[in-house]
């Protein structure tokens, strides 16, 4: 543990009672510090209010008075959705107060090192797959973050023996100070979250901001094909240790050898290989013998490869858990098969990236089901994917007439709308019974919805549960 002592007689107040912020106001409280919890929701919505409360935790329900933020306050925590516009924020700020997220925290407490993950596409399924190729290793890694364990949990139990790997959001990132990663993996950037961010500009500063404490001791692992990962170089002061599917690295690095060509997809044999900084050259695994269907988890395993390098791993280790990864729930996810027709959960995808890297991982026609909350977003580059692989479209929720309008755009026969029935998890089932009509043996049925799925579920994790069981009901 580094710096238990700093919050000690501190006033500090945690904004949203979320799981995270539960989890660092028990570890604030038991540190010494003063803490107050606040909450915009009505009590009776926040059930872990009495659980603090008799700790000693202060709990404020019901919206954000004037008096919760005031000059003897030393720091505040908020919950990483928590926009910087909410009152609370914009006060602290005004007065000089600092405003973190939980990262920022456990950071201060832990002890062991941390490999933080960010992107915005494929961020589970690559921290999996690392902490899956350290524990073989031996390496005694703890995997929390954005991907479901609150950090502060887990980071109090650390060692310096374990490797903390870290799945980070833009939210988590844009909200740090001191945060310092041992090794940072950026993946990719594509437009998401512009809701929140308001410009790509904040969107790809708070990305960047994985690598704005590292020094020369620690390591920078980008994606060398993504122009934005790329324009961040000359920023990053940390040893770089980049990975490429197009390009035979100059430097140290992993890439795929022969490099297939931009928008090439699978064939021919083709190894990943590791350049060392002495420009020795060593095989990793051959592309195709990787557990993990599609091009853009060829991706993550790269990522994955380097990370691991960087972590202490030697090259002979590695083949094994890159061949028996099967991936991660709600990611391209294997459902089952009926009447010739194969399903795929992937309610993950939450933005038109990640739904045409699905599409162009799977090899039969694809009848799509699709949309979801409303963003923003045009949706105009899955159209090539559309015309490449889509044979017909089902779709739902706040977008369904703008998916449906990319799915005249490439040609497609009118899809299918599903209005919003007596309940969400209807109109997911009655989606999913017509994406089933409409294929043939052979095809494909995919959930990649291209959007967040909040304007009818929960979760991305509901949604696709809701799906896998509406398959196994047809």
């Known amino acids: 543990m580094k710096h238990p002592e700093q919050y000690r007689g501190r006033q500090v107040v945690v904004l949203g009672l979320a799981r995270s912020g539960v989890q660092v106001a028990k570890t604030l409280h038991r540190h010494g510090a003063v803490v107050t919890v606040n909450d915009k929701k009505d009590r009776d919505q926040c059930p872990e209010a009495s659980e603090l409360e008799a700790l000693g935790i202060s709990v404020l329900c019901g919206g954000h008075p004037d ?3 005031h000059q003897e306050i030393e720091l505040v925590i908020k ?8 009152p609370p924020v914009v006060k602290a700020l005004d007065l000089g107060i600092d405003v973190v997220t939980e990262v920022e925290v456990a950071y201060h407490l ?14 589970t399924t690559t921290t999996t797959w690392i902490g899956n190729i350290l524990q073989s290793a031996g390496l005694h890694p703890i995997i929390a973050g954005n991907i479901g364990t609150p950090l502060c949990e887990s980071a109090e139990e650390a060692h310096t023996d374990n490797w903390m790997v870290v799945e980070l959001s833009s939210f988590q990132l844009k909200g740090i100070a001191q945060f310092r990663p041992a090794i940072g993996v950026l993946l990719n950037v594509a437009e998401t979250h512009l809701d929140y961010h308001g410009s790509m500009e904040d969107y790809i500063s708070s990305k960047a901001k994985l690598f704005v404490n590292q020094t020369e001791e620690d390591t920078a692992v980008i994606n060398w094909d993504d122009p934005v990962c790329r324009e961040l170089v ?3 002061r940390a040893k770089l240790l980049p990975f490429s599917m197009t390009e035979r690295l100059q430097a140290e690095g992993v890439y795929i050898e022969p490099p297939y060509l931009p928008h090439e997809q699978h064939g021919g044999l083709r190894t990943i290989v590791y350049k060392s900084s002495e420009g020795t050259v060593t095989d990793i695994i051959q592309v195709d013998e990787i557990g993990l269907p599609g091009r853009f988890n060829v991706e993550n395993a790269l990522a994955a490869i380097a990370a691991c390098l960087a972590a202490g791993m030697s090259s002979e280790q590695l083949a094994s858990p890159l061949r028996s990864f099967r991936g991660v729930e709600h990611r391209l996810e ?3 098969a009926k009447d010739g027709v194969t399903y795929y959960n992937n309610s993950k995808a939450t933005n038109s990236k990640a739904t045409m ?8 026609p694809i009848v799509l089901v699709a949309g979801g909350l409303d963003r923003g977003s045009d949706y105009v580059e899955l159209v090539p994917a559309f015309k490449d692989k889509v044979k017909a479209v089902v779709a739902l929720g706040e977008t369904k007439e703008k998916i449906a309008h990319i799915a005249k755009l490439a040609g497609l026969p009118d899809a299918l709308l599903v209005d919003t029935g007596d309940s969400a998890a209807d109109t997911l089932r009655t989606a999913t019974r017509k994406a089933a009509e409409l294929a043939e043996p052979g095809d494909i049925v995919l959930l990649s919805p291209a959007c967040a799925s909040w304007d009818m579920f929960a979760s991305y994790e509901e949604r696709g549960r809701i799906f896998k069981e509406a ?3 047809l």
């Open 471 to 473: 398959v196994h009901t």
């Open 110 to 123: 832990c002890a062991a090192p941390m490999i933080g993950i960010t992107g915005s596409n494929g961020k």
């Open 67 to 69: 008096e919760l933020i």
């Open 334 to 336: 294997y459902v089952g």
């Open 79 to 86: 919950n990483p959705g928590i926009p910087y516009s909410a």
């Open 357 to 364: 890297m699905a599409i162009e991982a799977l090899d039969a």
């Open 234 to 236: 000359p920023y990053i």
